[in-house]
């Protein structure tokens, strides 16, 4: 039997459109290094890509899909989460 595909809505565009703002691989490079304490020459800026970015946040979120977003109550909620501290990062540090 196969699995059904989930279909992305409003959460899963904002989710794409977010993985393809340079400034939020800034902001994952930066806390990258932040967490793991790591120096800009072990992890220079722009380090992340669109791909990384998608699979760190489907990874934060436990999702295996970015559609899954507009599903998953729990997912949505993380992905809320980590646009509200990005969007208070991208205040300070732009």
Same mark, same amino acid.
């Given at each position: 039997? !196969?699995?059904?595909?989930? $279909?992305?809505? =409003?959460? @899963?565009? #904002?989710? @794409?459109? %977010?993985?393809?703002? =340079? @400034?939020?691989? %800034?902001?994952?490079?930066? !806390?990258?290094?932040? $967490? ?5 020459? #072990?992890? =220079? ?8 970015? !998608? ?24 992905? $809320?989460?980590?646009? #509200? ?5 991208? @205040?300070?540090?732009?």
């Amino acid at each position: 039997m !196969r699995a059904e595909r989930v $279909k992305g809505g =409003p959460l @899963a565009r #904002q989710a @794409a459109m %977010l993985c393809q703002d =340079p @400034a939020f691989r %800034l902001y994952l490079d930066r !806390r990258r290094r932040y $967490k793991h304490g790591m120096t800009e020459s #072990q992890l =220079p800026d722009g380090t992340h890509n669109e791909q990384d970015a !998608r699979d760190w946040l489907c990874a934060a979120c436990g999702i295996q899909s970015r559609a899954e977003l507009d599903h998953d109550h729990r997912a949505a909620g993380i992905f $809320k989460g980590i646009r #509200q501290r990005y969007g208070r990062w991208r @205040a300070r540090a732009l």
